[in-house]
Every structure is written in C-alpha cells, then in structure tokens.
C-alpha cells in the first residue's frame, strides 16, 4: 500500500521473461530504488541493482564466486563447473589461466590485428550493402565479423567460423520462461567442442601460427607448484567461450550504435563533423545499452546487505546493466550523451575486478572500425522501425534486426 492507500504492485523482476528481453531497463529503476537486495521466490535467485553494490559484488570474489558458473542454470545446480573456464574459475586457478592468455589480448597484440579486422569488417559491409541503399546492420553485417575475427583468431577453418556463431546463438537462446539451456542448444554445444577437439588434434601434429597452438604450447604453473600444459578440455572450453563472447556481444553493440543514433540525430552529426570522439561513442553505447545486461555468482557466505540477509550458496544476479543507470553514479543516467563524464563512476560494461572482460581492446577496435565505417556509408539514414526485433537470450540483450534506409 502506498500513502494514499492505492495498492502498489510488489517490486518484480523475471529476466526470462518476455517482457525483460523487450525492455529490460523498465525493471531496474524500482529494483534500485525499493528492494536494493531482490529476491525472486519463484527461481529462488536474489539480485543487486545498484552501482555501488554491483561494482563492490564484481570485486569481491571470496565472498561472489563464479566457480559455480555465471548464469542461473549453472549457479542453481549448485556444483562447481566441470569444464573449467576461465570465466567460470576463482582464484588462485584464475590468475594462472588469466596471465597466460593476458598477452594475447593488450591493447599493443590487438593493434598488430588493425589490418585483418579491418579487412574483415570492410568485406562484410561491402557484402551487405551489394551496391544498394538498404539492409540490416545487424542481420547483414554486424552478426558476421565479430565472429569470424575471433575465430581466425583462433585458427578455425574458414567452413566453420559463422557455423560457430549459429551454434553459439542456438546455446543462449530463450524462450519466455525457459531457464535451461535446449536440447538443440546442448547438441549445438556438443558440435563446437567435437569441432575443437578435431581442431586440437590437427595442431598438436602440425602446430599453425594461430591461438589454438600457441595454447597447445603454453606451460602453465598449477596450484601445488608444477607446470604442465593445457589439456585438451581446457583448450576447448577456453576457444569455445572466446568464441562466444566475441561473437555475440560486439553484434549487439554496433545494432544498438544504428537504433540509438537514429534516436540522436545531432550526435551521429558530432561524429560526422569529428571521427576523434567515435571512441568515446562507444564507451558511452556501452554505459547506455549494455550488450550484457548482468552476470550470476554463487554467494560463499551468508551476505547481509540493506537489511537483507542472502544466504551461502544462492545465485546472485549483479546486474552491470542497472548499475550502468544509476543515479547515484551518473547524472542524468537516462539521458544518452557521447559528450558526458565519464569519469563520474566506473563503467561496469565489460564487468569489474578479475573477471573483467579479457576482450576488451578487442571489442573496442572492431566497433571503432565498424562505426567509421557506417559513418561513411550511412552519413544519413533512416531505421524501419517495423522491422526491428530484438533477440531472447541468456544474459546478452540487443537487437536481432535493425534494418535502415539510407538517405542522399
Ligand atoms: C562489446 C563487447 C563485449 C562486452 C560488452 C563484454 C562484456 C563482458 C563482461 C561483462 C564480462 C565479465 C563477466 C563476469 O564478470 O562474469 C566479460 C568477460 C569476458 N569477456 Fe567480454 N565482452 C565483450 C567482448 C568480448 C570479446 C570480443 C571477447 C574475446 C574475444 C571477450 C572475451 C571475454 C572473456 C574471455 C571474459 C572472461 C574473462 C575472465 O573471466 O577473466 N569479450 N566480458
């Protein structure tokens, strides 16, 4: 009941519903302000919404374990995750696994790859536009390079690279209400590890100048003080997660940079009139439009936080999305602005603390690229509207379709 005794609807939050893929920063604004520490009766899950809270529960992984796995399918099954990847392990194997591929994705390695993203991007978009005015930014261009980058990258065949982003999109699709993952998600799964198995055992007997076998050669120091080398599970797991993250989350971006330029006309203008802030562009697409609206931990502890006791080993959502709107952090957060403070809070875009994101400079410079480029081709340009459709997917949020119209 409020004041004036009008009920008020319960504070709700379903992130596999239908109504959070259509609009999933309708949810945060209540979250943040009346229940701070949410609990979910229904998929027994609690989930914190507010910067400063989801910053501190990013950093502190003694108390936020991702061991159990990030997304509540794995958090709720309540074991440790068998495949070890490096996003679903804890210090101290996090900082071993973390260091040895660390150097393959600083800024300085990722600006050795200027040349090949570039002309992987700029033969995607010359394919998508075939001379005309019209397609979809996201359907004909910006669901092909994010993927095939990372996977030449790694040394996948040229026949397997977009089959790898099919696969990827099969294993994180949702239906409303669906929670795990399909059986045709598990068989796309079990498809890309087979492939990368085959894969390991080709560069095992001829090693190639690509990821998988500088990782097939890779001594790594384990907990008891030995070395040894990566074995074929751990090479697996670790190309099938970077395929994944690089093949949805920069997709999502460059379909959200079309949508919300199209929104802010006079801004696309600024980039027009100076290419120097498309990278602050980005970081400001990142804040407003997070193509990972949150990500799931395991609590190790009983966590009492606003009055509100979470208990040892219940999955707990930290939603960066929210954060990235809070006006504790950020003035006016609602407002999309290239040109705002970005020092006022911490971006929690790529995540915070350990886990944050290792594809950071990476993404950076494919959506730097791609959005010069659609500078140039789509100086001015109209979305149709009916036409756009946004995707249902496990903890990644964005739209599947943007298809525009360019003006003379
Ligand atoms: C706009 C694009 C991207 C966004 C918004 C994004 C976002 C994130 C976030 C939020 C995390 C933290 C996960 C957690 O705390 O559990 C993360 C981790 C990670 N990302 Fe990204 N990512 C992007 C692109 C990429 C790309 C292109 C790659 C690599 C090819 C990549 C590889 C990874 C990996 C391997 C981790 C796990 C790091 C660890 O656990 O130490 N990401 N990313």
Known sequence: MDVAGQSVAEVHFDPFSADFYADPHAFYPRLRAEAPVYYNETYEFYALSRHADVAAGLKDFATYSSAYGVDLAMVRRGKPVPAKMIISIDPPEHRVMRSLVNKVFTPRAIGALQAMITETIDGFLADALGGGTEFDVVQDFSVYFPVDVITKMLGVPAEYRQQVRLWIDESLHREPGQIEMSKSGMQAMTEIWLMYYELIKQRRAHPRDDMISALIAA??????????????????????????????????????????????????QQLLDDRGLVPVAIEELLRYDAPVQYNVRRSNTDVTLHGVTIPAGAPVFLLGASANRDPDAWTAPDVFDINRDRTEAQNLAFGYGIHSCLGAALARMEAKIALERLLEVMPRYEVRWDGCQKVSMQNVAGWSHVPVRILT
Do not use: N
């Open 219 to 268: 001594e790594v120091g384990r907990d008891d003080g030995s070395t040894s080398t990566l074995d074929d599970a751990e090479i697996a797991g670790f190309a099938t997660l970077l395929g994944g993250a690089g093949a949805e989350t920069v997709t999502k971006l460059i379909g959200s940079a079309a949508v919300t330029f199209a929104r802010h006309p006079e801004q696309w």
